[in-house]
């Protein structure tokens, strides 16, 4: 059974930084696309970036030139490297299979002003 397991939150201030991990638990060997998604209080989740099988990083607006998404394929983990973090970037964060029912557990990150 395919599980993502995430680590790395934590509550910062503003201006600071995060790097969030999600690690492939279980039998996969395919490199895939990995999302990130977060939850802010009060609100649906929405996508923050993704990082294709190929590499290539997208990003939302608004975290562009702020957050970095990258893997290490041996050890078959995504990273969400944050900085520059905002209040308005606190909220549950996800990790994601795309195309697939795969999620992480969730991971709370809090920024104060």
């Known amino acids: 059974q395919v599980q993502l397991v995430e680590s790395g939150g934590g509550s910062v201030q503003a201006g600071g930084s995060l790097t969030l991990s999600c690690t492939v638990s279980?039998?996969?060997?395919?490199?895939?696309?990995v999302g990130w998604y977060r939850r802010a209080p009060g609100r649906q989740r929405e996508l923050v970036g993704i990082l294709d099988r190929y590499g290539n990083p997208t990003y939302v607006d608004s975290v562009k030139d702020r957050f970095v998404i990258s893997r290490d394929s041996a050890k078959k983990t995504s990273f969400l490297q944050m900085n520059n973090l905002k209040p308005e970037d606190t909220g549950v964060y996800y990790c994601?299979?795309?195309?697939?029912?795969?999620w992480g557990q969730g991971t709370q990150v809090t920024v104060s002003s």
């Open positions: 279980g039998s996969f060997f395919a490199i895939t696309s």
């Open positions: 994601h299979i795309e195309k697939s029912s795969i």
